[in-house]
Nanobody, 120 residues
Framework: EVQLVESGGGLVQAGGSLRLSCAAA????????IGWLRQAPGKERELVSC????????FVAGSVKGRFTISIDASKTTVYLQMNSLKFEDTAVYYC?????????????RGQGTRVTVAS
């Protein structure tokens, strides 16, 4: 069965760090662009970061630039989101999603999400 499984969320104090993982099951991320998206209560879903497994190119949203880093492991089965200097406004459910193309635009697969809560 093809699925994405996120982990690493939790409760952290403002200024702290978390690393989220997105593991592919039943396939690899070859030729996919993998995005981390988040949705906070009452807000629209936001693309936080994206990485192309083929080209290694990345996108990072302005709201998290300089604080979040996306990476992919050599086996192309796990994508990470390192989140540093967390702020209260980073509180959201974080999802990973896979687009079978060069950009994070139209996703074939999406995980169930992992909740990140930043205490101010």
């Amino acid at each position: 069965e093809v699925q994405l499984v996120e982990s690493g969320g939790g409760l952290v104090q403002a200024g702290g760090s978390l690393r989220l993982s997105c593991a592919a099951a039943g396939f690899t991320f070859d030729d996919y662009a993998i995005g981390w998206l988040r949705q906070a209560p009452g807000k629209e879903r936001e693309l936080v970061s994206c990485i192309s497994s083929r080209h290694g190119s990345t996108f990072v949203a302005g709201s998290v630039k300089g604080r979040f880093t996306i990476s992919i492991d050599a086996s192309k089965t796990t994508v990470y989101l390192q989140m540093n200097s967390l702020k209260f406004e980073d509180t959201a459910v974080y999802y990973c999603a896979a687009d079978h193309g060069p950009h994070c635009a139209s996703y074939e697969y999406r995980g169930q999400g992992t909740r990140v809560t930043v205490a101010s």
